[in-house]
Nanobody, 120 residues
Framework: QVQLVESGGGLVQAGGSLRLSCAAS????????MGWYRQAPGKEREMVAA???????NYADYVKDRFTVSRDNAKNTVYLQMNSLKPEDTAVYYC??????????????WGQGTQVTVSS
C-alpha cells in the first residue's frame, strides 16, 4: 500500500509559478513511477508529468516547456514545478504512484488531489 499526500496548490495569476509536492508513505525508490495528473470540471483526467525510479521524466506536450518533475528520494517526495502558468492549467492535480510487486503485479495509488487555479 502507498499513501500519497499532495500539497502546494492554490490560486496564482497567469504567468506565475507553483510547486506541487507529493509525499509518499514509503520509499519512492520502491515505486516504479510517480506521476502527476490533472482533471478539470467536465473533462477526463489527463497525465501531466511522470518520473521513473531511475529519474527519467515524461511530460505531456502542452506542459513540457513549462513544467518540471523531480524527485527527492531521501524525502520520499516528488515535485512538480509549474512555471508560466496559464488559465487552462486550472484543474485538480493528483499524484499517482505506480508500483510493481510480486505476486500482485502492477498497482496504482492516487492522492486526494490539490486544486490549482490560474487567473487571467
Amino acid at each position: 500500500q502507498v499513501q500519497l499526500v499532495e500539497s502546494g496548490g492554490g490560486l496564482v495569476q497567469a504567468g506565475g509559478s507553483l510547486r506541487l509536492s507529493c509525499a509518499a508513505s514509503r520509499s519512492i525508490f520502491s515505486i516504479n513511477s510517480m506521476g502527476w495528473y490533472r482533471q478539470a470540471p467536465g473533462k477526463e483526467r489527463e497525465m501531466v508529468a511522470a518520473i521513473t525510479s531511475g529519474g527519467t521524466p515524461n511530460y505531456a506536450d502542452y506542459v513540457k516547456d513549462r513544467f518540471t518533475v523531480s524527485r527527492d528520494n531521501a524525502k520520499n517526495t516528488v515535485y512538480l514545478q509549474m512555471n508560466s502558468l496559464k488559465p487552462e492549467d486550472t484543474a485538480v492535480y493528483y499524484c499517482k504512484a505506480r508500483r510493481f510487486a510480486v505476486p500482485a503485479g502492477w498497482s496504482d495509488y492516487w492522492g486526494q488531489g490539490t486544486q490549482v487555479t490560474v487567473s487571467s
